[in-house]
């Protein structure tokens, strides 16, 4: 088991801060990057939390991320709107992108959104939280452009990226509903994160690389790779079309259709659908029912030895309240892996280490 570090979050904000400057990012894309990162570790997906800044750094000095860009408008019918992400940093493109789909739903009532060559968008939860604090209901579909890390349900290789899928519904007077998944049967960061700690995979998540089931998760993270299985089979695989059909294909106009190239980037497309249910149904029923639901579902008496029925989004509340308390866990591996990060970009790892505190 790799060592831990648990870090204090306003520790780990300004040690991150300062590596992400090294892009070159201007002030508010530095914020957007690093907040994004951070609440992504807060909610327990260390997958799409600090340990993501290597990568991208890998990407910039290859010259397929590009800081500070701007969406760009390709198409705009009023509710219907079609955006470039000029391969730019996706915590920005995302938090500009869905800024721009949230007002036309406010005004509209409804906006499909389809956003392409963004980078990296990160835990797309973010941006459903950012339709439901509206009162807005989201639903987005993404797919992923980097090395296929994924084998479809009876393949024996990659063919595809984790491709997530996401849902977010508020509840007045509640938390939201939350619900946000990678269709392979776990991100290919929390692959990363269990060979960074030394541990194995459970059984049925993985193939290597002559497609025999493996539980090493190194076949998802160095050569001969391997692939991540869908979750579900089938039925994995099915939404996971789905998400490559309509956030690459239709949105982002870029699908999976060869071999990885050696390139370290990872671009996605995103169809993003933002609605007002107020605008469409009877708000009071709506409530109602929602949470008369809710209520029936969570009553069931748990599992001898379970923790009950939690809906979705609690899970990443109980870790953003924990970890909050005591800090955020980064192991050993992925902390060596940032420091080497900062020397790459030209900066000093010596004063990271000093700004998070170690």
């Avoid at 079309?241 to 071999?259: D, N, Q, R």
């Avoid at 029912?289 to 509340?317: C, N, Q």
Wanted: aromatic share 6%.
């Amino acid at each position: 088991m790799a060592d831990m570090h648990i870090i204090p979050i306003e520790r780990l904000r300004s040690a991150v801060r300062y590596l992400v400057s090294g892009f070159g990012s201007d002030a508010r894309e530095i914020e957007l990057v690093t907040e994004n990162l951070i609440q992504a570790n807060l909610t327990g997906h260390d997958s799409h939390g600090v340990g993501m800044l290597p990568r991208y750094a890998e990407a910039y000095l290859e010259g397929s991320l590009k800081p500070n860009a701007k969406i760009q408008t390709r198409m705009d019918s009023g509710t219907m709107i079609g955006l470039d992400g000029e391969c730019g940093f996706g915590q920005a493109i995302g938090h500009q992108a869905m800024e721009l789909a949230i007002a036309r739903a406010k005004e509209h009532g409804s906006c499909i959104m389809a956003l392409g060559n963004s980078h990296h968008l990160c835990r797309i939860g973010a941006w459903a939280e950012m339709t439901v604090a509206q009162g807005l209901i989201s639903i987005h579909f993404v797919n992923v452009i980097s090395r296929p890390i994924v084998a479809p349900f009876g393949g024996g290789d990659a063919r595809f990226g984790t491709n997530p899928f996401t849902v977010g519904i508020p509840v007045a007077g509640q938390d939201p509903i939350l619900l946000d998944f990678a269709t392979s049967i776990i991100a290919q960061g929390k692959a990363r994160v269990a060979f960074n700690k030394g541990e194995q995979l459970p059984e049925g998540y993985l193939i290597d690389s002559e497609g025999k089931p493996t539980t090493d998760p190194v076949y998802a993270v160095k050569p001969p790779l391997g692939a991540l299985c869908t979750f579900g089979d089938h039925k994995g695989f099915g939404l996971a079309l789905i998400c490559e059909l309509l956030g690459g294909a239709l949105a982002g106009g870029m699908t999976t259709h060869a071999p990885a190239d050696g390139k370290r980037r990872v671009v996605n497309g995103m169809l993003s659908i933002v609605f007002d249910p107020a605008k469409l149904a009877d708000g009071s029923v709506f409530e109602h029912e929602m949470k008369a639901f809710i209520d029936w579902v969570k009553a069931s008496p748990p599992l001898p030895g379970g923790e009950g029925v939690r809906v979705a989004g609690e899970p990443e509340r109980e870790s953003r309240a924990k970890r909050t308390k005591y800090g955020i866990p980064v192991d050993h591996t992925t902390w060596s892996d940032m420091l080497d990060t900062a020397k790459k970009l030209g900066l000093d790892p010596v004063q990271m280490q000093q700004l998070a505190g170690l």
